[in-house]
C-alpha cells in the first residue's frame, strides 16, 4: 500500500500555460475539457491516442476519454490522424494544432482591436481639439462594448461638433436615437440625413441636422 502510495506521488506534475487559463473564457473550454487538453499538452504538440494510458492517467472511464477526445474534435481543438508505423501497423495521433491556431487568432484579434481603439481615441482628440480625460475614454470604451463601429462613433462625434455641443454625453443621446431607428453604418446615417432633407425642403444647410431635436 505504501509503495502504491509512493508511485502516485512521483507521477509527473503537469503544468499548464497562462495563456491557456487567460483564453479559457474566449476558447469556450468547459473545466473537464480545459483540465483533459492541459493533459494533453503535457506530451507535446502531437501524441499518440492512447486510451488505456489516458483512462489511467486521469482515472477516468474509457468511454469518458473517448467523450472528451470527441467533443475537443468536434469544437477544432485538436486533431485526429492515423499515421503508419512499422511493419504495415497504424497508429491514430492527435494533433494539437488547431488549439494553438484558435490562441493566435485570438491574439492576433486583440492587436488588431487595440490598434483601432487607439486610432479612435487618436480621431476623436483631434476633433475636439484636446486630450481625453480618463473617464472620456472609458466612456467611448463602453461605447465599442455596445457594439457601435469606430465609423459610427466617429460620425456621431461630427454631428456633435456640428451642433456645437462638443461633449461625449451629446454623442452618446446620438448613437442612442440612431440605435433606436436602427441607423448602424455610415450609409445609414446619409440616408436619414436626405430624407430629413426632403421632408424639410426649407432647410439650407444638411449639416444643421439637429439629431435630438426632430
Do not use: C, H
Request: no cysteine; aromatic share 12%; charged share 35%.
Amino acid at each position: 500500500m505504501k509503495d502504491k502510495l509512493i508511485n502516485v506521488l512521483k507521477t509527473k506534475i503537469i503544468y499548464y500555460p497562462l495563456y491557456l487559463y487567460r483564453y479559457r473564457i474566449e476558447l469556450d473550454l468547459s473545466d473537464s475539457n480545459f483540465i483533459f487538453i492541459t493533459y494533453l499538452m503535457s506530451y507535446g504538440d502531437k501524441l499518440s491516442f492512447d486510451v488505456e494510458t489516458f483512462s489511467k492517467d486521469l482515472n477516468i472511464d474509457p468511454q469518458e476519454v473517448f467523450e472528451k477526445i470527441e467533443s475537443l474534435r468536434k469544437g477544432k481543438f485538436i486533431e485526429i490522424s492515423t499515421i503508419e508505423k512499422e511493419k504495415n501497423l497504424k497508429e491514430e495521433e492527435i494533433s494539437l494544432i488547431p488549439l494553438y491556431k484558435k490562441i493566435s487568432d485570438i491574439i492576433i484579434s486583440e492587436e488588431i482591436e487595440e490598434k483601432n481603439d487607439e486610432t479612435l481615441l487618436s480621431d476623436i482628440e483631434k476633433s475636439f481639439g484636446r486630450a481625453l480625460s480618463p473617464i472620456e475614454v472609458e466612456f467611448i470604451m463602453n461605447w465599442n462594448k455596445k457594439g457601435y463601429s469606430n465609423d459610427i462613433i466617429l460620425s456621431a462625434i461630427k454631428e456633435t461638433i456640428l451642433n456645437g455641443a462638443n461633449n461625449l454625453k451629446y454623442a452618446d443621446k446620438i448613437l442612442f436615437e440612431w440605435n433606436k431607428k436602427g441607423i448602424k453604418t455610415l450609409e445609414d446615417v446619409e440616408k436619414e440625413k436626405q430624407e430629413f432633407r426632403l421632408g424639410n425642403s426649407k432647410q439650407e444647410d444638411i449639416f444643421d441636422y439637429d439629431w435630438l431635436d426632430e
